[in-house]
């Protein structure tokens, strides 16, 4: 015979539903597939029908149990609102499991999800209190309004504008099209002097960077500059001063595009190839006449008709992120001695990747295909890292033509490194690069007014980009060594900075007139929100040729 802990919530359950025979409904059958006493169905009809809750339920069971005992009755069902037929799972009693009859005639339910099982409460009372209602008061933003810059001609939604955002056109491939165009630019205008200790140039010099930018959607582009004023030969919109023989008015207008190429993603321009976004497809392309900067500019620094494929965001261990690029040059390329020649091809591999010690490395490869007899081969490698509070970037690049030395390609080895750090307390900065130069390297392509492979060490080394204002240590660097010592600081808020830098080269052989020894200034300072005023100035002593010097005034204007 069952004690009461066994048999009680049986009889109990017997007890009230024939009390409630009247408003529910009772089962006129039960399987008996199961041994053991008969299985209850009170608590699967008080349910279904709203009557009672499963906690009131298990606590009637509980009252009339010892204090020290547990509920023998154990209810558990898939979660419906009362009254929406609930099927429960099992009732268990004591150390035995009984499972209803009805799931072996029923298929079992699917658990509702999202907005089936979500009651929005509307129309409540709102409490002023509520610790977790938003205000509606409005507050103001804490700091200063900035008016948006418009640029000089923007069609469809305003760039870094607010507002909605127009409806989109859908593409036969399922991508969702936003298109808007910009038109922007730069124009610089500057009256420059130099003297190199023999020629002397007096002028002033103009140049237009026009560009126009089609926006498709966030990840695919049309992009297309110009030059109209001036050419990266030197030649620029102006007047001359000097030289005597060739002063006067100077006009360069011209209607060539400088940059023209479309990028997009696609993963992005067929989105049905990969709804879920988890597969391979995130390889992006680009194709046209663009820019080309490897190694800061020491490997490749040019404009090329190219089409280049990167696939970004790969992981491997130890790499967090790695990136790949490899292009296909056929036009446009000017070999390191910047001549321009239309059979020259381009075959370039790049890979950056940030690592698991705190660094990124770069390792580039790039082969040149012209004519066979001035075929070359050039690699570059670089690591970018922090070591306490300076940062620091170290590279190698080489150059070797497969049969020799050439007018366009010679053998030969740059070794670089570039320390900077911030100094506590401000935000000026102090820095010091330096080079060996072995043989005598050149690039695998560099535009006509990029200056040298070192354009990048400082601004000794680095043309302005305009006319013909000399580089203070723009000679050729084969077998040489040097470096720059500057400091920059920042005035008035960032609004305007200085730039002092201390620069030297000498060569590693017997070579004559080698040794250098530079200074310059840079200052610039901000205008409103689209002028610059910059002043431009060096001096430096070389030996066999005395002093060399140049002072220049720039104004800069952006929109």
């Known amino acids: 015979m069952l004690s009461w802990n066994r048999s009680g919530p ?44 499963e906690a009131a339920i298990l606590q009637s069971l509980q009252s009339i149990l010892e204090p020290d005992s547990r509920p023998m009755a154990v209810f558990s069902r898939l979660d419906h609102p ?7 799972t099992r ?107 023999n020629d002397n140039t007096a002028e002033w010099s103009n140049r237009l960077d026009l560009h126009g930018n089609l926006n498709l959607s966030g990840t695919e582009r049309l992009l297309f500059s110009m030059r109209p004023l001036d050419r990266d030969s030197g030649e620029s919109t102006g007047f001359n001063f000097n030289p005597k023989t060739d002063d006067g008015w100077q006009q360069t207008f011209n209607g060539e595009l400088t940059t023209v190429f479309f990028e997009g993603e696609l993963g992005e321009i067929f989105p049905g190839l990969d709804p879920a976004d988890s597969s391979t497809l995130d390889w992006g392309f680009s ?24 696939r970004n965001s790969l992981t491997l261990r130890g790499v967090p992120n790695l990136n790949l690029i490899g292009i296909f040059g056929w036009n446009d390329i000017d070999r390191g001695n910047s001549s321009n020649d239309d059979a020259v091809r381009l075959f370039g591999f790049f890979s950056t990747a940030d690592t698991a010690w705190e660094s990124t490395i770069s390792m580039d490869l790039i082969y040149v295909d012209d004519k066979d007899t001035t075929n070359a081969w050039y690699f570059g490698a670089g690591s970018t890292q922090r070591f306490g509070m300076i940062n620091t970037t170290f590279r190698i690049n080489t150059s070797y033509p497969e049969h020799g030395d050439t007018p366009v390609a010679n053998r030969g080895t740059i070794l670089s490194s570039e320390l900077s750090s911030t100094l506590q307390g401000s935000d000026n900065i ?26 990048n060490l400082g601004i000794l080394f680095g043309p302005v980009g305009m006319g013909r204002y ?29 730039i002092l830098e201390l620069g030297a080269r000498t060569g590693t052989k017997s070579s004559k007139n080698a040794d250098i020894l530079g200074f310059g200034v840079r200052y610039q300072q901000a205008i409103g929100t689209r002028y610059v005023l910059r002043f431009d100035s060096f001096l430096a002593a070389q030996e066999g040729k005395g002093l060399s010097h140049g002072v220049r005034q720039e104004w800069v204007v952006k929109f």
């Not at 009984?98 to 298929?107: A, F, H, I, K």
């Not at 936003?178 to 610089?188: A, H």
């Not at 820095?431 to 535009?447: K, M, P, Q």
């Open 287 to 310: 194709v046209g006449r663009q820019p080309a900067m490897v190694q800061d500019g020491l490997l490749l620094n040019d404009t090329i008709d190219l089409v280049g494929i990167s």
């Open 10 to 53: 049986i009889l109990l359950a017997i007890f009230v539903n024939s009390c409630a025979a009247s408003q529910v409904h009772t089962q006129q059958s039960m399987e008996s597939s199961h041994p053991g006493p008969k299985q209850p169905t009170l608590y699967t009809e008080m349910m279904s029908q709203g009557r009672f809750s």
């Open 470 to 498: 000399e580089v203070p240590l723009g000679q050729p660097i084969a077998d040489t060594v040097g470096t720059t010592l500057g400091y920059q600081m920042f005035l008035d808020s960032i609004r305007s900075q200085l």
């Open 430 to 455: 102090i820095y010091f690069n330096s080079f060996l130069s072995i043989d005598n390297f050149t690039s695998a392509a560099r535009g006509q007014d990029k200056g040298t492979p070192l354009a």
């Open 82 to 88: 009362l009254g929406k037929n609930p099927q429960p």
């Open 91 to 197: 009732i268990s009693l004591s150390n035995e499991v009984y499972v209803p009859s009805e799931l072996n005639q029923q298929q079992e339910s699917t658990v509702p999800e999202g907005h089936s099982v979500v009651e929005f409460y509307r129309g409540q009372t709102e409490t002023v209190n509520d610790p977790l209602r938003l205000s509606d008061e409005v507050v103001p933003y804490p700091v200063t309004k900035v008016e948006r810059l418009r640029p000089l001609l923007e069609l469809g939604d305003p760039f870094l504008g607010n507002g909605p955002i127009r409806p989109g056109i859908k593409t036969p491939t399922g991508q969702m099209l936003q298109p808007w165009f910009l038109l922007f630019g730069t124009f610089r205008s500057a009256i420059q002097t130099s003297d190199n200790g």
